[in-house]
C-alpha cells in the first residue's frame, strides 16, 4: 500500500487516465477527491471507488471556472484534513490548423490546462508545504514534437510543462515534487480521435514501439503511483515519458 494515509487531488477523475489513476491509486490506499464536468460520469467512478474500499468524493465542477478553483482544494481540506497529491490531469482542446485557430479555441487549451493548473498549484501550495507533497502534471508528444493542428493544445501543454519546472525549482525547498507525465492511452480522447482522425490514430500507433496504446490504470495510473509515492523522493522537473517510447525511441 504504496499510498496508504495519503489524500489526493485529481482533475478529470471521472474518465480516461484521470479515472484510471484513481483506480491505481485507490489500490494503494490512497483517499481520493476528484473533479469531473459530468455528474452521472462522475457518480459512476465515485461508485466504483467506493467499491474498492477508497474514500473518494466527486466534486462535479468545471475547470474553466477559475473563480471556483480555489473553492475546490478548500472542500477537499474540510473533507479530508490534507493534500498529499494533486494531479492535473483534466484538458480540452479542439484540433485546427494553426491558420483555423480562433481566439475561443486557443482560450478553451489554455484555461481548462494551463490556467486550471496554474491556480490549483498556487491554491494548494500551503497544504503540500504542510505535507511535503507531490504534484503530477500532464504534457503531450504534440508539444514536444508539434503535431500538426494541435497549435492550442501544444502550446499549452509545454506552457504547463515550463510552469512545472519553475516550481520545482522554486518549491524543492519545501520538500515538494513536481513532475510531469507524458502518457499514450486509450482513453475516451484517443478513442474519439481514432473515429474523427482515423489517419492521424493509426500514424500514432505505427510509431509506438511497443506497439501497443497505453492502459489507463496499469500503464499510467502506475506510473503515476511512482510519481506520487517515496519511491520517487528525488526526482523533481521532470518529465516522465509513459508512451511506450514513442517520442525517445525511434
Ligand atoms: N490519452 C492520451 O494518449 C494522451 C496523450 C498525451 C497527453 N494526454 C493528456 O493526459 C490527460 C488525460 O487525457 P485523456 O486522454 O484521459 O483525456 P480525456 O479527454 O479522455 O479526458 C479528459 C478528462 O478531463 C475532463 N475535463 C475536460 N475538460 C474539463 C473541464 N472543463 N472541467 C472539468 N473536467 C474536464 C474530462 O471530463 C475527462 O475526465 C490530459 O491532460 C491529456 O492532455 C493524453
Known amino acids: 500500500m504504496k ?3 495519503k489524500v489526493a487531488f485529481v482533475t478529470g477523475g471521472s474518465s480516461g487516465i484521470g479515472r484510471g489513476i484513481c483506480l491505481a491509486f485507490a489500490k494503494e ?5 476528484f473533479v ?6 462522475g457518480k459512476r467512478t465515485e461508485n466504483e471507488l467506493l467499491a474498492i474500499g477508497c474514500d473518494a468524493l466527486f466534486l462535479q465542477a468545471d475547470v474553466n471556472n477559475r473563480e471556483l478553483l480555489p473553492s475546490l482544494i478548500d472542500k477537499t481540506v474540510e473533507r479530508f484534513g490534507k493534500i498529499d497529491i494533486l494531479v492535473n490531469n483534466a484538458q480540452s482542446s479542439k484540433n485546427v490548423p494553426l491558420e483555423e485557430t480562433t481566439d475561443d479555441v486557443m482560450d478553451l487549451a489554455l484555461n481548462t490546462g494551463l490556467w486550471s493548473t496554474f491556480i490549483l498549484m498556487r491554491s494548494a501550495l500551503p497544504h503540500l508545504k504542510a505535507t511535503k507533497g507531490k504534484v503530477i502534471n500532464f504534457v503531450s508528444a504534440a508539444g514536444m514534437i508539434g503535431l500538426s493542428k494541435q497549435a492550442s493544445y501544444a502550446a499549452t501543454k509545454e506552457a504547463i510543462r515550463g510552469l512545472s519546472r519553475v516550481a520545482a525549482t522554486e518549491w524543492g525547498r519545501y520538500g515538494i515534487n513536481v513532475n510531469l507525465l507524458s502518457p499514450i492511452a486509450n482513453s475516451p480522447g484517443v478513442e474519439r480521435l481514432q473515429e474523427e482522425h482515423p489517419n492521424a490514430y493509426n500514424k500514432m500507433v505505427s510509431l509506438v514501439p511497443l506497439k501497443r496504446i497505453g492502459d ?13 509515492s517515496s519511491d520517487s523522493e528525488y526526482i523533481t522537473g521532470q518529465t516522465l515519458m509513459v508512451d511506450g517510447g514513442t517520442v525517445m525511441v525511434r
Open 3 to 5: 499510498l496508504k494515509d
Open 29 to 33: 490506499g490512497a483517499s481520493i477527491v
Open 36 to 41: 469531473g464536468l459530468n455528474e452521472e460520469k
Open 216 to 228: 489507463c490504470e496499469h500503464d499510467i495510473g502506475r506510473a503515476a503511483v511512482f510519481l506520487a
